[in-house]
């Protein structure tokens, strides 16, 4: 395959999502906080974009399965491609997308930064974390000291430095409070950090001049958990007051994973302090660890459902291509006759299940992440993460990620090997792109917290926080759907399969929290498929709004008319194929029992 070849955006899908059914050109484009970019600029830049993904992003994305990056000497050599790629988002401006405008930056709202970041991310996933260097500026601008900010936010938005999240440990994975790395006040404001973190995404690399690390360690003197701590800026090299470069601090990489997929992503162990001290500052000059790393968890855990999201868009593309071109076979109703001519797959009514399967998930999920991305929209212009008057958005975010994470990386993995089976053995070859789609994505369901990690957050912390109140607000807005009249005689029967479904999701919740006074290994047993089937709930709303949205723009869009019956056919289809599961999993729910966990060790 030609290497810029393989990604071809549903950038109409997007730009439904955002500004037909989300209207964000009315309701975020132009106001403070955000810059002033309007509907039609934010229509073009998104196009210019596209372009530039599908062309100059693409050309890398295979590049590294057959030249990966090469750690010598605790330094990291990328493959040439990935860095040239990276230049031309530079040189695009790309960057700049989401900065605030007192950094230089176009004050994008996170709907459009989303929407950008799903182009990049099909278009070529391992070049979307060294991107990552852009959030980490927009952190520091919220959470760091007059005197940080001065002394890193210049460099890291002009020069193009990169950065990483540094949580994980060789004994500490997904228990971050069992962290051991060490961090020990030497006076003027630095401290020195000792000890080992692995899984680091980005963690080395000649992507840039420096890389600016974000790193929880334990104070001395701190209790244990994760309340005992901290978060420190530890940059590759050492920055000076005046913001200028001083030498190499103590921070090496000390191994380079071997991994699955996603082999342009530098995935690395980095060793700090040994042999040379590590040097780093206290974020904000305050010991608010977990709760200022959440700030880049909660991005990161929406970047990877964007993700994968994007990966099976992009798998659904080249499905679907593949089915227009192979002829295989004559049509069904002519099997007997042996003169008949071969026709394409894609007249096969099993090719044509599995694309639609394909089609409405990959549209399901963009219409998740993109509404999750409209509530962000909200609690900035409420005055940001955490502000009294976003209260009641905030919790609705916090609710939707894991349904964003959870659902997406889980769900795009079984449809990517949908994809690959449309392409029959092909598939299976490394001459089409899917089976390194599916190679690169399945990370997405362990790393930034596993799906059941989403799970127990979804049901014992967002949903215990306020009693529910949150997810019944969300519900209430279900049930009006379905209980109203939008798209009339023609989506009636969608409108009823959503309000089964709801009835069926409100009695496996119900369910669960009666069986919650028993054990909590219920929650244990059954959350992923709580996850799960409210995620597709929403995602089944969410459609059919789409189609009420659909049904009306066909009036008075009529050139258009095929996008929008290809809306109702997905709305559609996931009524009637994926919502009637729901009575299934409130019946596994309601049947199950403990007994699971006394089956004997050995027994297994």
């Given at each position: 395959m030609?290497?810029?070849?393989?990604?071809?955006?549903n950038?109409?899908?997007?730009?439904?999502?955002?500004?037909?059914f989300?209207?964000?050109?009315?309701?975020?484009?132009?106001?403070a906080?955000?810059g002033?970019?309007?509907?039609?600029?934010?229509?073009?830049?998104?196009?210019?974009?596209?372009?530039l993904?599908?062309?100059?992003?693409?050309?890398s994305?295979?590049?590294s399965?057959?030249?990966?990056?090469?750690?010598?000497?605790?330094k990291?050599?990328?493959?040439p491609?990935?860095?040239?790629?990276m230049g031309?988002?530079?040189?695009?401006?790309?960057?700049?997308?989401?900065?605030p405008?007192?950094?230089?930056?176009?004050?994008?709202?996170?709907?459009l930064?989303?929407?950008?970041?799903e182009?990049?991310?099909?278009?070529?996933?391992?070049?979307?974390?060294?991107?990552?260097?852009?959030?980490?500026?927009r952190?520091?601008?919220r959470?760091?000291?007059?005197?940080?900010?001065?002394r890193f936010?210049?460099?890291?938005v002009?020069?193009?430095?990169?950065?990483s999240m540094v949580?994980?440990?060789?004994?500490?994975?997904?228990?971050?409070?069992?962290?051991?790395?060490?961090?020990?006040?030497?006076?003027?404001?630095?401290?020195?950090?000792?000890?080992v973190?692995?899984?680091?995404?980005?963690?080395?690399?000649?992507?840039?001049e420096?890389?600016?690390?974000?790193v929880?360690a334990?104070?001395?003197g701190?209790?244990p958990?994760?309340?005992?701590?901290s978060?420190?800026?530890?940059?590759?090299?050492?920055v000076n007051?005046?913001?200028?470069?001083g030498?190499?601090?103590?921070?090496?990489c000390?191994?380079?994973?071997?991994k699955?997929?996603?082999?342009?992503?530098?995935?690395?162990?980095l060793?700090?302090g040994?042999?040379?001290?590590?040097?780093g500052?206290l974020?904000?000059?305050?010991?608010?660890?977990?709760?200022?790393?959440?700030?880049?968890?909660e991005?990161?855990?929406?970047?990877?459902?964007?993700?994968?999201?994007?990966?099976l868009?992009?798998?659904y593309g080249?499905?679907?291509?593949?089915?227009k071109?192979?002829?295989q076979?004559?049509d069904?109703?002519?099997?007997?006759?042996?003169?008949?001519?071969?026709?394409p797959?894609f007249r096969?009514?099993?090719?044509?299940?599995?694309?639609?399967?394909?089609?409405?998930h990959?549209?399901?999920?963009?219409?998740?992440?993109?509404?999750?991305?409209s509530?962000?929209d909200?609690?900035?212009?409420k005055g940001?993460?955490r502000a009294?008057?976003?209260?009641?958005?905030?919790a609705?975010?916090?609710?939707?990620?894991?349904?964003v994470?959870?659902?997406?990386?889980?769900?795009?993995?079984e449809?990517?090997?949908?994809?690959?089976?449309?392409?029959?053995?092909?598939?299976?070859l490394?001459?089409?792109?899917?089976?390194?789609?599916?190679?690169?994505?399945?990370?997405?369901?362990?790393?930034e917290?596993t799906?059941?990690?989403?799970?127990?957050?979804?049901?014992?912390?967002?949903l215990?926080?306020?009693?529910?109140?949150?997810?019944?607000?969300?519900?209430t807005?279900?049930?009006?759907t379905?209980?109203?009249t939008?798209?009339?005689?023609?989506?009636?029967?969608?409108?009823?399969?959503?309000?089964?479904?709801?009835?069926?999701v409100?009695?496996?919740?119900?369910?669960?929290?009666?069986k919650l006074?028993?054990?909590l290994?219920?929650?244990?047993?059954q959350?992923?498929?709580?996850?799960?089937?409210?995620?597709?709930?929403?995602?089944?709303?969410?459609?059919?709004?789409?189609?009420q949205?659909?049904?009306?723009r066909?009036?008075s869009?009529?050139?258009?008319?095929?996008?929008?019956?290809?809306?109702?056919?997905s709305?559609?289809?996931?009524c009637?194929?994926?919502?009637?599961?729901?009575?299934?999993?409130?019946?596994?729910?309601e049947?199950?029992?403990?007994?699971?966990?006394?089956v004997?060790e050995e027994s297994?």
């Open positions: 030609t290497s810029s070849s393989h990604y071809v955006p950038l109409r899908d997007i730009e439904f999502n955002l500004f037909e989300l209207d964000i050109g009315r309701t975020s484009l132009g106001r906080p955000f002033d970019l309007d509907e039609t600029a934010a229509r073009q830049m998104l196009q210019t974009f596209a372009q993904c599908t062309n100059e992003l693409a050309a994305f295979d590049e399965e057959h030249t990966p990056p090469k750690l010598e000497n605790g990291v050599t990328l493959p491609g990935l860095k040239k790629a031309a988002f530079h040189d695009a401006g790309m960057h700049l997308l989401e900065q405008p007192h950094l230089g930056g176009l004050g994008a709202p996170p709907s930064g989303w929407a950008a970041f182009l990049l991310a099909g278009a070529n996933a391992s070049l979307a974390f060294y991107t990552l260097g852009n959030l980490l500026a952190i520091i601008d959470l760091g000291t007059p005197e940080q900010k001065r936010l210049p460099h890291m002009e020069r193009h430095w990169s950065g949580l994980t440990e060789p004994d500490a994975g997904s228990d971050v409070g069992a962290a051991r790395t060490k961090a020990r006040q030497v006076g003027g404001g630095v401290w020195e950090i000792e000890g973190k692995r899984f680091i995404t980005n963690g080395e690399s000649d992507m840039s420096n890389i600016i690390h974000m929880l334990r104070p001395e701190a209790g958990g994760t309340k005992g701590l978060l420190f800026v530890v940059p590759k090299y050492w007051d005046d913001g200028s470069l030498g190499l601090n103590g921070v090496e000390t191994k380079l994973e071997k699955m997929g996603l082999k342009g992503s530098v995935t690395c162990e060793t700090f040994d042999g040379k001290p590590a040097r500052l974020l904000g000059e305050v010991h608010d660890g977990m709760r200022q790393m959440f700030y880049i968890i991005q990161a855990r929406m970047a990877v459902g964007v993700k994968s999201m994007a990966t868009s992009a798998g080249r499905a679907l291509a593949f089915a071109d192979r002829l076979g004559s069904l109703l002519q099997a007997r006759d042996k003169t008949a001519p071969r026709v797959i096969h009514p099993d090719v044509r299940r599995m694309l639609m399967a394909q089609k409405a990959a549209e399901g999920m963009r219409a998740l992440c993109l509404f999750a991305a509530v962000q909200a609690v900035e212009l940001g993460h009294t008057e976003a209260g009641e958005m905030d609705l975010n916090d609710m939707l990620l894991p349904l994470k959870g659902y997406c990386s889980e769900k795009a993995y449809m990517l090997a949908v994809s690959l089976q449309v392409h029959g053995g092909s598939g299976y490394t001459d089409y792109p899917v089976e390194q789609y599916i190679r690169d994505q399945k990370i997405d369901t362990l790393y917290g799906t059941h990690i989403q799970a127990l957050d979804l049901i014992l912390r967002k215990a926080r306020d009693g529910g109140a949150t997810l019944q607000g969300l519900l807005q279900v049930r009006e379905a209980e109203g939008g798209g009339g005689k023609e989506l009636e029967a969608e409108r009823a399969a959503m309000g089964k479904a709801l009835g069926d409100e009695t496996m919740l119900g369910t669960l929290m009666g006074g028993e054990s290994y219920h929650v244990g047993l959350g992923n498929r709580v996850l799960l089937s409210v995620a597709e709930l929403v995602i089944g709303w969410l459609l059919v709004r789409h189609a949205v659909a049904l009306e066909m009036k869009n009529p050139g258009d008319r095929t996008f929008y019956a290809g809306k109702l056919a709305a559609r289809w996931y009637h194929e994926v919502l009637p599961n729901l009575a299934h999993a409130a019946r596994m729910v049947h199950g029992n403990l007994d699971l966990m006394e004997p297994f």
